[in-house]
């Protein structure tokens, strides 16, 4: 009996998901959402995935802020989306975006010019969102790189939220620890998610 050549392994098209840094996956709606970073480590591209057997990409989004935080709503067509950074002198600039995931545009949902930088964003269940946002400055405040205020947003249909809706006056939570996370860690990560749901399985052959 003559053996079987060893197969090789079929690669995804990954174009989009080069240098992961955070990445977040819905195996329900098998779906990965997977920030990534340009050759300066800053992360402005998301990309949006089909995993399965045939994993392919089906979103491309560019970002004006680095991408902190992804959470798929638990029910709903939507990746919420955490972005934000320290502007080296002064503020914590940023922005919570609402992705729709059946193609529709992106919607940047706090008022302010600047928004805030969002550190993290949790569904607590379908119509609450948790979010932690770094203070507006740094001004006389070390502590600013180190705690976080703690909001939580509340709608009845987030699919209905309109661009821009979110008031400031609304992001004045209680000010908590918040550690930043290791970016070295969330990074190994990223890439131990996709290189496993965005590489297919070995074809099987019929003895």
């Not at 090789?8 to 709606?29: E, F, G, I, S, T």
């Not at 919420?80 to 950074?85: D, E, H, L, Q």
């Not at 790189?145 to 699919?159: F, S």
Request: hydrophobic share 40%; charged share 30%; proline share 9%.
């Amino acid at each position: 009996m003559t053996a079987r050549p060893k197969a090789d392994r079929p690669k995804a098209n990954r174009r989009k998901a080069d240098r992961p840094v955070l990445a977040v996956a819905d195996p329900d709606r098998r779906l990965l959402a997977v920030a990534c970073a340009d050759k300066y480590g800053e992360a402005l591209e998301l990309g949006l995935f089909e995993i399965g057997e045939q994993p392919r990409p089906l979103r491309r989004i560019r970002c004006r802020h680095h991408i902190n935080a992804l959470a798929f709503h638990p029910s709903l067509p939507l990746l919420a989306v955490g972005t934000g950074a320290y502007d080296g002198g002064y503020f914590f600039e940023g922005q919570l975006l609402m992705v729709p995931l059946d193609g529709g545009r992106e919607r940047e949902l706090l008022a302010e010019r600047m928004g805030r930088q969002v550190l993290a964003v949790h569904w607590q269940d379908g119509t609450r969102l948790r979010l932690h946002l770094a203070p507006h400055d740094d001004d006389r405040d070390d502590a600013a790189h180190e705690e976080a205020h703690l909001v939580v947003l509340e709608r009845p249909d987030w699919t209905a939220v309109a661009a821009r809706s979110v008031p400031d006056r609304r992001l004045q939570g209680p000010r908590v620890p918040f550690p930043r996370p290791d970016a070295d860690v969330a990074a190994s990560a990223a890439r131990q998610l996709t290189d496993r749901l965005l590489t297919p399985p070995l074809p099987r052959h019929d003895r």
